[in-house]
């Protein structure tokens, strides 16, 4: 009991107060002579320049009022293996403890479609977007929608594929597997990357663009969902080969950038606004 009334209300109030000591009381002074009250004082300085503890204690405690697996994990320490690790712990290890941000921001994303269907089975993730696709999480709010980009950004990270393929960039190595094997093993390395774009296609396409249903309302199947489900896993695929020839690639700190900055805040926010959308009903 104490440490929770420690973390919610004594670790923000030392965040905060060791924030405001740096607030330099000649800036507030200047502002005083300039005619400005207390109130355009407290809002135009000193919470601008306390923002980063801001963001600091809004993250730390977020992060700690979203820890629904607390208990589960602390009996059973995620065993027996991973079996009873759930999906926000799963995130939240990938996020802080092995900052795999581009894995992390992933499993946020199929979070947003894991909640309004309440099951991890793909059949039910499917059978959920059935009626055409005016029905798929795609375009059944903004979230989802937003969801499904992030996703493609954070898999096109994991695969290594352009504009982040710092790791195996051949345009500027001169050791590692481009230069070292020919032939097949080459070929493998490179069906290995490829493969990998195919599996998180078609997870894209099951959890966002209604699995093998069809596109038209009222679900008259013209098309066989085995060739209809690849067909829009092959289409994504395709804007995956587009990018690696259209667009130029980051430096790493563009990407820590966009994966601290950019890629984790808003999938928590994605996260939070489909949660809100399943309480309100």
């Given amino acids: 009991m104490m440490i929770m ?15 405001l000591q740096r607030v330099d009381p000649e800036i ?4 005083a002579l300039d005619g400005a009250g207390r109130y355009q004082k407290f809002s135009k300085i000193t919470v601008r320049l306390i923002q980063p503890e801001v963001y600091v204690v809004v993250l730390t405690t977020t992060i700690h009022a979203l820890k629904v697996f607390g ?44 909640i309004p269907v309440g099951s991890l089975s793909m059949v039910d993730i499917v059978n959920a977007q059935q009626g055409g696709i005016q029905n798929w999480f795609l ?22 594929r352009t504009p982040f393929d710092i790791p195996e ?10 230069t070292e094997y020919s032939g097949m093993r080459f070929a493998f390395f490179f069906l290995a990357e ?24 009222g679900g008259s199947q013209l098309i066989p ?10 289409s994504i695929i395709f804007v995956q080969m587009w990018l690696r020839w259209s667009v ?16 984790l805040p808003i999938s928590f926010a994605l996260v939070l606004g489909v949660g809100w959308l399943a309480v309100r009903g």
């Fill in 194 to 217: 490829y493969a990998n774009m195919l599996l998180v296609t078609c997870v894209a396409t099951t959890l966002f663009l209604g699995g093998w249903t069809s596109l038209l309302p």
């Fill in 139 to 160: 375009f059944r709010n903004p979230f989802t929608f937003l969801a499904f980009f992030i996703y493609f950004i954070a898999s096109l990270a994991e695969v290594n």
């Fill in 248 to 263: 130029p690639r980051l430096r790493v700190d563009q990407l820590m950038y966009l994966s601290w900055k950019v890629l």
């Fill in 71 to 114: 208990q589960i994990y602390v009996l059973t320490r995620g065993g027996p293996g991973t079996a009873t690790i759930v999906p926000s712990y799963f995130a939240y290890q990938n996020f802080f403890e092995k900052a795999n941000v581009g894995y992390g921001s992933a499993i946020s994303t199929i979070m947003t479609v894991i």
């Fill in 169 to 178: 960039a051949e345009s500027e190595l001169v050791a590692g597997f481009h």
């Fill in 28 to 31: 507030l002074e200047a502002a």
């Fill in 225 to 234: 969902g085995p060739i209809l489900f690849f067909l829009k896993a092959f």
């Fill in 5 to 19: 009334i420690w973390f919610q209300i004594g670790y923000p109030l030392v965040i905060f107060m060791a924030a």
